[in-house]
């Protein structure tokens, strides 16, 4: 495997692993929101939150321009302010990734919230525990086997993200073009075949292992409950 | 003093509750059926259900008072709850369950925890977690973490409930020595007479919200008037007394009620003992004087206060040095011997048993 190849894969890595980083604890909001409260437009939420996985990705993309290009309403602000843009850049590869994975990390999540017992929460209480705490020794315990779950999905759909990443940041060699792009140009150039066959292996294996360690996390975290 | 006040009203779901009652030091039973709205009275003194409008106070502190705007947050109520269901966190270990709300609710540590692992008999579940556990284990567990929740007053919502008649009796044991060594109000919900009976020192009865009685086990579930007796059983009395002495022979105890004394075989009593002794009316003869030359040793001085004619047989309540004490006659029997209230009596009883021992001052 090439040097150029390599890169392309540790780019891919670098942009699906920060997508979830950020769009997890969010997602996680979005997820605790919706399984918990009641609220004036909550189905609104619900819509908004599911409308990623339902627009043809290439909208997405182009509303991504619209908002956080150089001269998006919001990417104006944020150069601005910070001189921080996500125009044609990895980040902006990220932010698409992350917007795409983002229904897919909300609902396994909030399946998973719905289903602590709010007793066990109740009895927290009664001994003392804050809110705080109540969250972080019950709730989110119990709720982890979501977060894996939605975590490594998001993961997969953002290192494959195509649609919404071309339109937004475009097909940058070494900036913006992930595993899926590269793959995409390969099968483009007449000599590429045999590049774009290894880059399509490295990402059936990215994948798997993604799904390997998922699974892995999840054993160890039932296993807690019955040694 | 009572050392918890309750005075509420409200609803939660489809319970309307109007309830006023104090409980002191001891076992206090909330009693009544299903859906009498025990637990929601429980629940609006641990504080996770709000009554519309009411007070709540115990140990000097003022948990609610709607008038004063005063509202004490469950967790600084500092009550230990026992559920009906256990409600062990799955995901950690008996042991980190039974100090949860050290760690986790920053209660200070008054209790060694030694001494409730043994109190309940835990020392060898530490390790384990809760899915792991019978349904009577998890219930011990659950009492332990809510004792070491360092609580004021301890609330327990049917504990029994989910085991089966075996479990029940397994658990009831350490009930009674959490029961026995409590130095704060328990309140314990149940609508088992059986358990009341053997745990209580005090009972609230409570119907569709409200409370109807209030009064010892005894006046409410023993006497033939008593409205949770059931209807053609033979009534039964409990009396409350005091192991004072070993008889000579070894074997046999008197205990000591009032200034009269009762004697039965209980080898593993000590002196000082407090015990509840249950007495079956069907169990109890009467008899004008005391006769020696009798087989049963416990030939009672009474006074009769109530006669009941139930067709062929008759109840008849008696008091027996402040408490009562029932006997069944044929009402042939009872109108041959002329019984009638005030008349001075001797109760022959030929079978006693414990119903519930405990050490103590």
Redesign the interface.
């Known amino acids: 495997m090439s040097e150029v190849e390599t890169s392309i894969i540790l780019l891919s890595a670098k942009v699906a692993l920060t997508a979830i980083l950020f769009a997890l604890p969010v997602a996680f909001l979005a997820a605790w929101l919706l399984a918990r409260r009641e609220f004036p437009g909550k189905s609104l939420l619900q819509a908004l939150v599911t409308l990623p996985l339902v627009l043809p990705p290439v909208v997405t993309g182009y509303g991504l321009l619209v908002l956080f290009g150089s001269r998006g309403p919001i990417g104006r602000v944020l150069d601005a302010a910070f001189g921080f843009s996500f125009a044609f850049r990895w980040t902006g590869a990220a932010l698409a990734a992350g917007l795409m994975a983002f229904p897919l990390l909300v609902r396994p999540i909030r399946l998973s919230l719905e289903a602590v017992?709010r007793?066990?929460e109740?009895?927290?209480?009664?001994?003392?525990?804050?809110r705080l705490?109540?969250f972080a020794?019950?709730t989110l315990?119990?709720s982890l086997p979501g977060v894996m779950a939605g975590a490594t999905l998001g993961f997969a759909k953002a290192l494959g993200e195509f649609g919404a990443t071309i339109t937004f940041v475009s097909n940058i060699p070494g900036e913006t073009q992930t595993l899926s792009l590269a793959i995409y140009s390969l099968l483009q150039t007449p000599a590429g075949d045999a590049a774009a066959l290894r880059l399509i292996l490295a990402s059936v294996l990215i994948a798997l292992a993604a799904v390997l360690a998922s699974e892995w996390v999840a054993r160890r975290l039932k296993g807690?409950?019955?040694? | 003093m009572n050392q918890l006040e309750v005075d509420v009203t409200g609803s939660a779901g489809r319970f309307a509750i109007r309830a006023a009652f104090g409980a002191g030091p001891g076992v206090t039973a909330l009693f009544g059926r299903s859906g009498a709205g025990k637990t929601t009275i429980l629940k609006m003194i641990a504080g996770t259900i709000r009554p519309g409008v009411g007070r709540i106070a115990a140990g000097g502190r003022v948990f609610l008072d709607t008038k004063r705007g005063i509202d004490l947050s469950p967790q600084s109520r500092n009550v230990g709850f026992v559920f009906q269901d256990g409600r062990l966190f799955p995901h950690l270990s008996v042991q980190r369950n039974l100090t949860y709300a050290r760690w986790a609710g920053r209660r200070r540590a008054t209790r060694r925890f030694e001494e409730i692992v043994a109190l309940l008999g835990l020392e060898t579940l530490l390790d384990r977690f809760p899915e792991t556990l019978s349904g009577g284990e998890r219930q011990r567990v659950a009492i332990g973490r809510a004792l070491l929740a360092e609580p004021e007053i301890l609330l327990m919502d049917e504990p029994l409930s989910s085991l089966d008649r075996q479990r029940r009796g397994e658990i009831l044991p350490y009930l009674e020595a959490v029961a026995g060594e409590a130095r704060i109000p328990v309140i314990y919900v149940s609508h088992e007479p059986e358990e009341v009976m053997r745990l209580a020192d005090h009972v609230v009865v409570i119907e569709d919200g409200r409370v109807v009685q209030t009064g010892t086990p005894a006046d409410v579930l023993g006497g033939a008037g008593a409205s949770y007796a059931r209807a053609n059983d033979a009534p039964v009395a409990l009396i409350d007394g005091r192991v004072a002495a070993f008889h000579e022979d070894g074997e046999t105890v008197e205990v000591a009620v009032g200034s009269s004394v009762m004697e039965l075989p209980g080898a593993d009593m000590r002196p000082g003992n407090r015990v509840r002794l249950r007495i079956d009316a069907s169990e109890v003869a009467l008899a004008t004087r005391c006769h020696e030359e009798l087989s049963i040793r416990n030939q009672l001085p009474c006074r009769i206060t109530r006669v009941e004619s139930r067709g062929p047989v008759t109840d008849v309540a008696m008091d027996f040095e402040g408490q009562t004490i029932f006997a069944r006659v044929t009402s042939r029997s009872a109108r041959l011997l002329r019984l009638s209230p005030g008349q001075e009596i001797v109760a022959l009883v030929r079978a006693v048993s414990v119903e519930r021992m405990r050490s103590g001052q």
């Open positions: 017992d007793g066990l109740e009895a927290s209480a009664t001994l003392g525990a804050s705490m109540i020794t019950v315990p119990l807690r409950a019955s040694p």
